[in-house]
């Protein structure tokens, strides 16, 4: 039985995808900007569901791009499916095992909804880190000039 | 004496320590985790964590579990410095056995078996589930193949 939550403790908003039978998730904090693929002038050669090892089968997913933001760091990244916020409960978010840990590196939590592990919550940290390292030249992180 | 839980993965009855099942739940809804292997698909929730998924079919050669597919029954496993969940067809109550009763493996072969006993007219696998799962961890049991849940096509 889980303890009932702490009030002072503030949930955490999500930006879930969904991509047919995989639902994945980011902190929605570390999210700048959503953008339409074709609203972009130079379309992220990376794609999520690529860095999470899987393989998009429904090319009528509609893609978009994901800009993550992360101090003065920023990287786009694409992403497929529909989206929608979702307000996670602290003790709703659950460390990934350890001994999974290696299995999916870019995934450091699974979030219950509905009392069911549902989303895959990948750290924006390190997603991150896994764009940069697997197209640094392509996709250069875009610093900001202006701070907020 | 030993006391051994029996439960039923497909039409194969297997017994597994006692000592180390926590609990018996019933069918618990697990999440795939891309990249993992058959042996140890996903996670579910328990107790306020996630916990691994521990598929015994996957080493039998039998039916493993897939995206979606749940099995009626749920063991709780503490092995070593993990706690996992281990989903079966079914699960019997305790018996406890004597140590002349655990024979050494002749009949069945499975792996990871390390005794066999008669019970319910049947001879019946004493699996090292602890082995199992060292082995899971270390990279040792064969790759059977990661978990492919990227492989599917849905309407978007």
């Known amino acids: 039985m889980q303890s009932a939550a702490d ?10 995808i969904h991509a047919g039978e995989i639902s994945w998730a980011i902190p929605s904090a570390a999210v700048a900007s959503v953008q339409p693929l074709s609203a972009s002038a130079s379309p992220p050669r990376l794609d999520v569901l690529a860095l999470l090892g899987l393989r998009l089968e429904d090319a009528s997913l509609t893609p978009r791009v994901l800009v993550l933001r992360l101090g003065d760091d920023r990287v786009a ?3 497929h499916g529909t989206l929608a916020l979702a307000e996670t409960a602290e003790q709703d978010l659950l460390p990934l ?3 999974l840990a290696e299995s999916a590196p870019l995934v450091s939590h699974v979030a219950v909804v509905g009392g ?4 895959l919550v990948v750290s924006p940290e390190r997603l991150l880190r896994a764009a940069l390292a697997a197209s640094p030249a392509n996709v250069p992180p875009i610093r900001d ?3 907020r | 004496m030993r006391a051994l839980v029996p439960a039923r993965i497909g039409q194969a009855w297997l017994l597994l320590d006692a000592e180390i099942i926590r ?3 019933g069918s618990e809804t697990w999440l795939p985790i891309p990249g993992a292997r058959a042996e140890m698909p996903g996670v579910i929730a ?11 079919a996957a080493p039998f050669g039998f039916e493993r579990l897939v995206s979606g597919e749940t099995r009626p029954r749920t063991l709780i496993a503490a092995v070593a410095d993990s706690i996992v969940a281990v989903p079966v067809d079914a699960a019997r109550e305790v018996h406890v056995f004597s140590p002349a009763e655990l024979k050494p493996v002749a009949v069945t072969h499975l792996p990871y078996a390390a005794a066999e006993t008669e019970l319910f007219e049947r001879i019946m696998a004493v699996i090292d589930l602890p082995r199992f799962v060292a082995e899971i961890l270390g990279g040792a049991s064969p790759e059977l193949g990661r978990e492919g849940v990227g492989s599917h096509a849905v309407g978007g």
């Not at chain 1, 009030?7 to 879930?16: F, G, K, Q, V």
């Open chain 1, 7 to 16: 009030p002072r403790r503030a949930p955490t908003s999500l930006l879930a």
């Open chain 1, 77 to 79: 990244v694409l992403v």
């Open chain 1, 97 to 99: 095992p350890i001994e």
């Open chain 1, 116 to 119: 069911r592990p549902a989303l």
């Open chain 1, 145 to 147: 000039s202006v701070s």
């Open chain 2, 23 to 25: 609990e018996i739940l």
């Open chain 2, 46 to 56: 328990w107790r306020g964590r996630a916990i691994p998924v521990v598929d015994l």
